[in-house]
């Protein structure tokens, strides 16, 4: 599990630039936005495509053929937050609500993840390839989170933090003693992901076009 | 006829299988496919069923749902579109389409649910193919035979590449006209992609598709487009290059063949010796082993003194010579020849003596450093008296004691006279190794004077030689022990046989002479070694170490046991001075002095005579 981090650790950085660092605090930023935005694309398909990988590895392993898929309600839990659900309304919200969507979306998923990575690693025999994912993808969304809030404030400094997120509850359900209940709150909580994962990664290149290409990709 | 009934049976049911299966369609519709090329609408395909039979099942239906929990209970609802999509479809268009919201969509006929699928539309995304291939000539080759070619596409129209909805990733294929199989490139973010060498007299195909990046499926692939490179010249010239394999296989083995027959009949040694060279022994350069093996010692001498300079002028009848060539009366070293060669062939049982002079093709040879010698030369006249024959026995000695205090880098303590291997003596006598050992001027020097003491290979044997292990602050030069005998025994052991020796025959006299050692040699039982162990003088004690001879020197209370005429003196004593070529004054300070018997018959001055001397 080590190595593959190491590996996906180094393909990260294969894909990412390196990005000065901005004294904290500090009025203006050497960073571009531009920079900023194309940092976040990366990390949020990298975010992505782990996900979806863990998805499938999990489904594989665990829950093939259980039909899981449709009994999956759309439970996530930031089904809360007024997220657009096709283009249209994609192109109707305004960047800066857009900008604040994102990072509640991401705040949201900070305890989620958490637990998960808890949870998986305190498993029986617990899959290593999850495992790591999982780590993984902790790791990059608290950089992501950070990464937003920066554009956040460079695009709208005039925002105040904002404290919007979704709690989540589904910690009970992951430790339920019944496998069937367990391995379906698992089920559910990896497919919310991929599915968040997916969303902010077409939410966020809606937005590096929108804003720094002036809808001209 | 069991068999044959069994058969026919089996026959009627596949036939009627067979009939059923014409009349009785039995095939249900099934979902085909769903997919959205631009992730705002999407639509499924089904099979349609295969009706054969007289009854109409109905028209299938297709119902969905999507599953949100904030719209509550879940209603089917019917397709809005089965014709935009083409036959047995169903077409969502964008109003229909929530992306990362869950569809479940059904099929019924005749009101029976037929086939069910669920899925997120962000999973079924599969791109429209790229559109306006075209390509542009980048160069040709200055043979006219290679182009590289640009070729360029767009995205698909309904794909939103420019708000940043959909990201395209494309891949292109190529091929000649003339093949089946495909050349594939590694998928591409852009929009245009050269191809390299391709061949002027060959018409090539290519052919695009794009999939979305986050996604594994692929589109369909574009239009196929025709590349035909214009041709320069009416001539193709061939322009690649086959390497000839064959013929180099060919050759080269034909001229390994020649070689070796050359070499296998050729009787020329001297071919042989260029081809296969012969390992060359190691040897000193100039010497002989044969010569030495002979014995005979001037002729050594004047190679040696070719390598060191050192003028010959050691032939005398010294009473060292006589003394090397002494022919000790052993069953066991007759065979073995003089001293001379004892000490100069490879004699194993001296291994463990550092005075074990063995020949060139031992390893020790390596040890042997000419600089060594030069040191020596440096010594008075008894050194030039003693050094001659002592010299080619020294000088392997050296390069043992060398080789011993290179391999012996640990020492073991002093304490034990005789079991102690002298390498505290080989490092010693390394150290005091330029410095002259005899003078004139009473100053004990060290080396040079390394009266050695060949140790007897069995208790028969008598060392001759002592080596000179260390000097006093006095600046005498002391001793070392004799080696190891060669039998396993300790030369202490010599102690008792020797004084089973005549009595005006100094017992444990290293020194002995020629007929004084025949006398002693048979009479020699072995003895144990413990006593050894005790570092003052001991009976046992042949040779006085260093540490031996200091504690003496202090201790004069142990003096008394510093032995006396009866008792056995240490055949290594500190030389104090150097009279002449025939005598040496062992120092006083640590032997008591002797009384008459100063001079022996052989003309030196043996240990325990200068026992008696000294104070």
Redesign the interface.
């Known amino acids: 599990s080590l190595l593959l981090l190491l590996v996906s650790n180094l393909l990260l950085w294969q894909s990412v630039t390196p990005l000065p660092v901005c004294p904290g605090g500090a009025v203006r930023c050497q960073v571009t936005l531009r920079d900023l935005f194309d940092r976040a694309v990366v990390l949020s398909?990298y975010i992505?495509?782990l996900s979806?990988e863990m998805f499938s590895e999990f489904d594989k392993r665990y829950t093939q053929g259980r039909g899981f898929?449709?009994k999956?309600?759309?439970?996530c839990h930031t089904?809360s937050l007024a997220?657009p659900?096709?283009?249209?309304q994609?192109?109707q919200i305004s960047q800066k609500d857009f900008l604040s969507l994102i990072v509640s979306i991401l705040r949201s998923w900070n305890e989620p993840l958490y637990h998960l990575v808890t949870e998986v690693r305190g498993m029986q025999e617990a899959p290593e390839a999850i495992l790591s994912k999982a780590i993984e993808i902790e790791e990059q969304s608290k950089r992501l989170l950070e990464g937003m809030e920066l554009i956040l404030s460079q695009v709208h400094p005039e925002t105040r933090e904002n404290a919007v997120y979704s709690v989540w509850s589904g910690l009970p359900s992951l430790q339920m003693a019944d496998e069937e209940s367990r391995l379906f709150a698992y089920y559910n909580l990896l497919h919310c992901l991929r599915?968040d994962s997916?969303?902010i990664?077409?939410y966020l290149?809606?937005?590096?076009?929108?804003i720094v290409?002036d809808?001209?990709? | 006829m069991d068999l044959w009934q069994l058969l026919l049976t089996l026959a009627l049911a596949g036939s009627s299988d067979a009939f059923s299966g014409r009349e009785n369609s039995s095939k249900k519709p099934k979902f085909t496919k769903c997919r959205s090329p631009e992730?705002?609408t999407f639509s499924c395909h089904w099979t349609d069923a295969v009706h054969h039979g007289l009854k109409n099942p109905g028209p299938i239906q297709l119902f969905y749902t999507r599953?949100?929990?904030?719209e509550g209970t879940q209603e089917w609802k019917e397709c809005p579109d089965y014709v935009s999509a083409g036959e047995n479809s169903c077409y969502f268009n964008?109003s229909f389409?929530?992306?990362?919201?869950?569809y479940?969509i059904k099929l019924t006929s005749n009101g029976g649910t037929v086939d069910?699928k669920?899925?997120?539309v962000?999973q079924i995304v599969q791109p429209d193919p790229p559109i306006a291939l075209n390509w542009t000539l980048l160069n040709i080759s200055l043979t006219g035979v290679h182009a590289d070619i640009q070729v360029r596409w767009e995205a698909p129209p309904n794909a939103?590449?420019?708000?940043?909805?959909m990201?395209l990733e494309y891949e292109l294929q190529y091929k000649e006209v003339n093949e089946t199989q495909w050349k594939m490139m590694d998928p591409i973010l852009s929009t245009s992609v050269p191809l390299y060498s391709l061949r002027v007299d060959k018409e090539y195909e290519v052919r695009v598709r794009s999939k979305q990046?986050?996604s594994e499926n692929y589109g369909e692939f574009s239009e196929v487009l025709y590349v035909k490179l214009p041709q320069m010249s009416q001539f193709t010239c061939e322009e690649d290059f086959y390497f000839p394999w064959l013929l180099i296989i060919i050759f080269g083995i034909s001229g390994l063949t020649v070689m070796l027959f050359v070499f296998l009949f050729s009787k020329q040694q001297r071919i042989k010796m260029l081809i296969l060279p012969p390992v060359p022994v190691p040897k000193i350069k100039g010497i002989d082993p044969d010569l030495l093996k002979e014995g005979k010692l001037e002729e050594v001498n004047t190679i040696l003194a070719i390598h060191d300079s050192c003028k010959p002028e050691f032939h005398s009848d010294d009473s060292w010579v006589e003394f090397i060539e002494l022919d000790i009366e052993d069953p066991d070293e007759k065979t073995e020849g003089s001293d001379t060669d004892r000490l100069l062939s490879s004699d194993h049982e001296k291994s463990h003596s550092n005075l074990g002079v063995k020949d060139g093709d031992s390893g020790r040879t390596s040890c042997y450093e000419p600089d060594m010698l030069e040191t020596d030369f440096n010594a008075s006249d008894i050194h030039d008296g003693t050094s001659q024959v002592v010299q080619p026995q020294r000088l392997k000695g050296e390069a043992d004691l060398l080789c011993l205090d290179q391999k012996n880098q640990n020492n073991s303590p002093y304490h034990d006279a005789c079991p102690a291997i002298h390498q505290p003596s080989v490092i010693q006598a390394e150290k005091n190794k330029p410095q002259p050992l005899l003078t004139d001027g009473a100053e004990s020097t060290h080396q040079a004077a390394h009266i050695q003491l060949s140790n007897p290979s069995s208790l028969a044997n008598i060392d001759f030689y002592a080596q000179v292990s260390d000097i006093t602050p006095a600046g005498s030069v002391v001793l070392s022990p004799g080696q190891k005998n060669k039998a396993g025994v300790s030369q202490c052991d010599m102690h008792p046989e020797v004084s089973l020796c005549q009595a005006n025959f100094i017992m444990d006299n290293a020194y002995f002479c020629e007929a004084d050692a025949k006398k002693c040699i048979p009479v020699a039982p072995h003895i144990k070694v413990e006593s050894h162990t005790e570092p003052s003088f001991n009976q046992e004690d042949i040779y006085i170490t260093t540490e031996s001879l200091t504690t003496t020197s202090g201790r004069p209370g142990t003096a008394e046991h510093v032995p006396g005429s009866e008792m056995p003196v240490p055949d290594y004593t500190s030389i104090h001075i150097v009279q002449s070529p025939q005598g040496l004054i062992l120092n006083a300070t640590a032997l008591p002095l002797p009384d008459k018997e100063f001079l022996s018959s052989c003309g030196y001055v043996s240990t325990d005579q200068l026992n008696k001397i000294m104070p």
């Open positions: 398909h992505h495509n979806s898929i449709s999956a309600l759309n439970s089904s997220t659900e096709d283009k249209e994609a192109q599915r997916h969303k990664d077409n290149k809606l937005l590096k076009c929108r290409h809808n001209n990709c | 992730l705002e599953r949100n929990a904030q964008s389409t929530s992306i990362w919201i869950p479940c069910e669920c899925f997120s962000n939103d590449i420019q708000k940043g909805w990201v990046r986050k």
